[in-house]
């Protein structure tokens, strides 16, 4: 809704003071009589009937070019550039009505902008300093507009404060007032070669148009001994970046007494207008045209040669010998009017370009070139300045946050932000790629490593195996079928047969009495067991402690990238948290293990449990076992029972429960008579492998994975441990905390130079709209 009032109320305001191009159009009936009566009948824009709406949008422009948003809009600008020695500073004398520096050669190194307005008042001059860059050369946000002394109303004074004032430009650590009250200003040297910054010339007076331009140093075609070659480049980078600009009126400069070809200001022109739509050619020193050749110069202003729409001029100023006698002003027009209408060609010349010749014709269609530019170019600057407002606005909004200038409660509130993100992290997230799910295939292949280390019990014995092997397969336990993972070994390389348990039992006996079996063949043989688990256990502490230490340092990144030195800082600090956690870790882990070489467990129902199920297992084997095995006292048994049918086998049990029922005992089941059989010589054998079976699935499901879990991940957030190490690290408790601070949160210089840069460049966008806006009030 602003933008559109506003859009609404600049068109009104434009279409109440567009200027026609063509000035023989009648005044606008909206004009006021106070407008149309003030206007003096004197010379230039000021006997114009629109010269008061020319001013007024004169005014806004100026205003704009104030403000030094010239650097990020197109603003409509006169340019005035020629080659040195073109007459470019003469002309600029014959339009302005003062006198230029000449001897010091400075005037070529800055700019100079001239802002000429009609006045009733005396004639009066101020001088600034339009300061748009500091001394490295970088813009300033709000361009310094200084008043270099006061006003002067005797043009004699001028050329000496306009000499000192550009002594001022290219010192710029310089006080300016220095240069202003020294003696001799050019005993202070010179600081630079060349400077943007311009001088700034408000003339106001009765004998004054009204119209603004700038002066740009003359180009250099060479420089004398011990002069600066960059100078050749410097300069014309300057006039480049003015006649660039599309709204850039190039009033271009030809000496006549030079070949037009040899002078480079008109291929530069040229470069950046090739159509000549908005450049104004001004031939100079036409006395100088050697005889016979005014022809060739005649074309240019017939626009035969080289044509422009606004065509070429020709004006004559006066030489260096009427300089020296001093001249005047008026004087000076008399003999340029004197010289057009009696010197030939010149005065042969049709009416239409007898218009062309001298000052006074050449400020008239300046004054109506700027004008139509300016009305032209004002009702897109409105929207300009709001949509690179925007822009900036969001370049801003895309840098990190600035710094803080509470620089303590700045890096504890990051600290304690990352504390809090650090412990959800560890405690897991949904994301595909956090930590927990990156930890989980190296956990997988963990618990396949140390399964792999069961024990692989066979309850027959190591004959049997290799005289039928088809009939002595591994078979597991079908118990262990529901917990995900069954155990089948590749071969019998790594098998421990009944008869291998049974010999090294007999081997460990000492002082037991007969039947008792030595606890440490258990016991060895979940040594030999659990020593298998360091390796796997090993691997996987390294890899989760890789992890971990990637993972880490990426949330370090995510919340301390805005401060590259607090975030170097915290890296450091964390990553020796880590590697003392991973010692600590790792020592943990080797305690653990030894702790399960001895075989302990307080969890005696679930060992119980596998207990009975692996005795049940192996013994569910024996009758196999026995059926093949000569030797088994059984065996003879086992043969008869194999001969009964399953109705003969059921009506035999019967028979023997019935019998013991006669006898008294009662209750017996029919799985109790496997007791009545001969005892199995390698139930001892049996009862070992049960049991170091048990304890493996005990052990293992409670190995390791828990530790590293704890110690490592767990760890780094247990009591805030490694928030604690940070702000010791950081040394943020002590009497220099603040200090630490302030260098830890220093925003990077790349950071900051881009942020100044748009906030300078925020600044000058958001004066130009004000001063816009306050100017049709």
Same mark, same amino acid.
């Given at each position: 809704?602003?933008?559109?009032?506003?859009?609404?109320?600049?068109?009104?305001?434009?279409?109440?003071?567009? @200027?026609?191009?063509?000035?023989?159009?009648?005044?606008?009936?909206?004009?006021?009589?106070?407008?149309?009566?003030?206007? /003096?009948?004197?010379?230039?824009?000021?006997?114009?009937?629109?010269?008061?709406?020319?001013?007024?949008?004169?005014?806004?422009?100026?205003?704009?070019?104030?403000?030094?948003?010239?650097?990020?809009?197109?603003?409509?600008?006169?340019?005035?550039?020629?080659?040195?020695?073109?007459?470019?500073?003469?002309?600029?004398?014959?339009?302005?009505?003062?006198?230029?520096?000449?001897?010091?050669?400075? #005037?070529?190194?800055?700019?100079?902008? #001239?802002?000429?307005?009609?006045?009733?008042?005396?004639?009066? #001059?101020?001088?600034?300093?339009?300061?748009?860059?500091?001394?490295?050369?970088?813009?300033?946000?709000?361009?310094?507009?200084?008043?270099?002394?006061?006003?002067?109303?005797?043009?004699?004074?001028?050329?000496?404060?306009?000499?000192?004032?550009?002594?001022?430009?290219?010192?710029?650590?310089?006080?300016?007032?220095?240069?202003?009250?020294?003696?001799?200003?050019?005993?202070?040297?010179?600081?630079?070669?060349?400077?943007?910054?311009?001088?700034?010339?408000?003339?106001?007076?009765?004998?004054?148009?009204?119209?603004?331009?700038?002066?740009?140093?003359?180009?250099?075609?060479?420089?004398?001994?011990?002069?600066?070659?960059?100078?050749?480049?410097?300069?014309?980078?300057?006039?480049?970046?003015?006649?660039?600009?599309?709204?850039?009126?190039?009033?271009?400069?030809?000496?006549?007494?030079?070949?037009?070809?040899?002078?480079?200001?008109?291929?530069?022109?040229?470069?950046?207008?090739?159509?000549?739509?908005?450049?104004?050619?001004?031939?100079?020193?036409?006395?100088?045209?050697? =005889?016979?050749?005014?022809?060739?110069?005649?074309?240019?202003?017939?626009?035969?040669?080289?044509?422009?729409?606004?065509?070429?001029?020709?004006?004559?100023?006066?030489?260096?010998?009427?300089?020296?006698?001093?001249?005047?002003?008026?004087?000076?027009?008399?003999?340029?009017?004197?010289?057009?209408?009696?010197?030939?060609?010149?005065? =042969?010349?049709?009416?239409?370009?007898?218009?062309?010749?001298?000052?006074?014709?050449?400020?008239?269609?300046?004054?109506?070139?700027?004008?139509? #530019?300016?009305?032209?170019?004002? /009702?897109?600057?409105?929207?300009?300045?709001?949509?690179?407002?925007?822009?900036?606005?969001?370049?801003?909004?895309?840098?990190?946050?600035? /710094?803080?200038?509470?620089?303590?409660?700045? @890096?504890?509130?990051?600290?304690?932000?990352?504390?809090?993100?650090?412990?959800?992290?560890?405690?897991?997230?949904?994301?595909?790629?956090?930590?927990?799910?990156?930890?989980?295939?190296?956990?997988?292949?963990?618990?396949?490593?140390?399964?792999?280390?069961?024990?692989?019990?066979?309850?027959?014995?190591?004959?049997?195996?290799?005289?039928?092997?088809? =009939?002595?397969?591994?078979?597991?336990?079908?118990?262990?079928?529901?917990?995900?993972?069954?155990?089948?070994?590749?071969?019998?390389?790594?098998?421990?047969?009944?008869?291998?348990?049974?010999?090294?039992?007999?081997?460990?006996?000492?002082?037991?009495?007969?039947?008792?079996?030595?606890?440490?063949?258990?016991?060895?043989?979940?040594?030999?067991?659990?020593?298998?688990?360091?390796?796997?256990?090993?691997?996987?502490?390294?890899?989760?402690?890789?992890?971990?230490?990637?993972?880490?340092?990426?949330?370090?990144?995510?919340?301390?990238?805005?401060?590259?030195?607090?975030?170097?800082?915290?890296?450091?600090?964390?990553?020796?948290?880590?590697?003392?956690?991973?010692?600590?870790?790792?020592?943990?882990?080797?305690?653990?293990?030894?702790?399960?070489?001895? /075989?302990?467990?307080?969890?005696?129902?679930?060992?119980?449990?596998?207990?009975?199920?692996?005795?049940?297992?192996?013994?569910?084997?024996?009758?196999?076992?026995?059926?093949?095995?000569?030797?088994?006292?059984?065996?003879?048994?086992?043969?008869?029972?194999?001969?009964?049918?399953?109705?003969?086998?059921?009506?035999?049990?019967?028979?023997?429960?019935?019998?013991?029922?006669?006898?008294?005992?009662?209750?017996?089941?029919?799985?109790?008579?496997?007791?009545?059989?001969?005892?199995?010589?390698?139930?001892?054998?049996?009862?070992?492998?049960?049991?170091?079976?048990?304890?493996?699935?005990?052990?293992?499901?409670?190995?390791?994975?828990?530790?590293?879990?704890?110690?490592?991940?767990?760890?780094?957030?247990?009591?805030?441990?490694?928030?604690? =190490?940070?702000?010791?690290?950081?040394?943020?408790?002590?009497?220099?905390?603040?200090?630490?601070?302030?260098?830890?949160?220093?925003?990077?210089?790349?950071?900051?130079?881009?942020?100044?840069?748009?906030?300078?460049?925020?600044?000058?966008?958001?004066?130009?709209?004000?001063?816009?806006?306050?100017?049709?009030?």
């Amino acid at each position: 809704m602003r933008l559109q009032i506003e859009a609404c109320t600049l068109c009104l305001i434009f279409s109440r003071l567009r @200027v026609p191009s063509n000035s023989n159009f009648p005044a606008s009936p909206m004009l006021s009589a106070t407008e149309s009566s003030d206007q /003096p009948t004197g010379v230039g824009l000021s006997n114009s009937v629109y010269a008061s709406r020319r001013r007024r949008m004169l005014d806004v422009v100026n205003a704009l070019h104030l403000t030094g948003v010239q650097v990020d809009i197109d603003l409509p600008v006169i340019a005035v550039t020629g080659s040195q020695s073109a007459g470019k500073s003469s002309l600029i004398e014959s339009i302005s009505g003062i006198t230029l520096p000449r001897a010091s050669g400075t #005037c070529t190194r800055c700019p100079t902008e #001239c802002r000429l307005s009609y006045s009733k008042q005396p004639w009066q #001059c101020l001088v600034s300093l339009h300061i748009l860059t500091d001394k490295d050369g970088k813009p300033l946000g709000h361009p310094r507009n200084e008043q270099f002394g006061d006003t002067i109303y005797d043009k004699v004074e001028v050329e000496d404060r306009i000499r000192r004032a550009q002594r001022a430009i290219l010192n710029p650590s310089t006080d300016p007032r220095r240069f202003l009250d020294d003696d001799d200003p050019e005993l202070l040297g010179r600081e630079l070669t060349f400077s943007t910054n311009s001088v700034s010339l408000q003339i106001s007076g009765e004998d004054v148009q009204d119209l603004s331009f700038c002066d740009l140093p003359g180009l250099i075609a060479s420089v004398g001994t011990g002069g600066n070659e960059g100078d050749i480049d410097l300069v014309k980078n300057l006039v480049s970046t003015y006649i660039s600009k599309p709204s850039c009126i190039i009033l271009l400069t030809v000496a006549c007494e030079t070949d037009f070809q040899n002078q480079g200001a008109h291929q530069l022109a040229k470069k950046y207008d090739p159509e000549g739509t908005r450049t104004l050619g001004v031939l100079t020193k036409p006395d100088r045209i050697p =005889a016979g050749e005014e022809g060739g110069w005649l074309r240019y202003i017939r626009n035969q040669d080289e044509p422009l729409e606004h065509g070429w001029f020709s004006v004559k100023q006066p030489d260096s010998r009427a300089i020296a006698a001093g001249i005047t002003w008026e004087e000076a027009r008399e003999k340029e009017r004197e010289f057009f209408t009696t010197t030939s060609p010149w005065n =042969a010349l049709d009416l239409e370009y007898q218009n062309r010749l001298g000052t006074q014709k050449l400020v008239d269609r300046l004054g109506d070139v700027l004008s139509d #530019c300016i009305s032209r170019r004002l /009702p897109n600057i409105q929207d300009e300045l709001h949509k690179l407002l925007a822009a900036t606005d969001r370049r801003l909004t895309e840098l990190p946050k600035p /710094p803080s200038s509470d620089v303590l409660s700045e @890096v504890l509130f990051l600290l304690s932000t990352f504390s809090k993100s650090l412990g959800n992290y560890l405690e897991g997230t949904t994301k595909a790629d956090g930590l927990l799910q990156s930890i989980r295939p190296a956990c997988d292949v963990f618990r396949k490593a140390i399964r792999a280390t069961e024990p692989d019990f066979r309850p027959y014995k190591r004959s049997l195996a290799k005289r039928n092997p088809s =009939a002595h397969k591994f078979v597991p336990p079908s118990f262990l079928s529901n917990e995900g993972y069954t155990f089948t070994p590749e071969n019998d390389d790594g098998a421990i047969f009944i008869d291998d348990v049974m010999n090294r039992a007999r081997e460990t006996r000492t002082r037991e009495l007969p039947g008792h079996i030595p606890f440490v063949v258990t016991q060895e043989y979940i040594m030999s067991i659990i020593s298998g688990w360091q390796g796997p256990a090993e691997t996987l502490f390294r890899e989760v402690h890789d992890i971990l230490t990637r993972h880490v340092k990426r949330l370090v990144v995510q919340h301390f990238a805005q401060y590259p030195l607090l975030q170097s800082r915290i890296t450091t600090i964390t990553t020796d948290f880590l590697a003392a956690s991973a010692d600590q870790t790792l020592a943990r882990i080797r305690w653990f293990i030894a702790l399960e070489a001895r /075989p302990r467990t307080l969890n005696e129902a679930y060992y119980s449990d596998y207990h009975a199920k692996f005795l049940s297992h192996y013994k569910g084997w024996r009758p196999i076992e026995a059926a093949a095995d000569d030797d088994n006292p059984r065996a003879s048994l086992t043969s008869r029972l194999s001969d009964l049918s399953l109705e003969e086998f059921q009506d035999s049990v019967n028979e023997v429960l019935a019998g013991l029922t006669e006898l008294g005992i009662v209750g017996t089941q029919p799985g109790d008579l496997a007791k009545l059989l001969p005892p199995d010589p390698y139930d001892p054998a049996i009862e070992i492998m049960a049991s170091v079976r048990a304890y493996f699935q005990v052990a293992h499901k409670r190995f390791i994975p828990n530790t590293i879990d704890y110690e490592l991940v767990l760890g780094l957030d247990r009591e805030q441990a490694l928030d604690n =190490a940070l702000r010791k690290g950081l040394g943020i408790g002590g009497a220099d905390a603040v200090a630490h601070c302030a260098e830890y949160i220093k925003e990077p210089r790349h950071v900051a130079e881009r942020r100044e840069e748009l906030m300078k460049k925020r600044e000058r966008l958001e004066m130009a709209r004000r001063q816009l806006n306050e100017a049709w009030l």
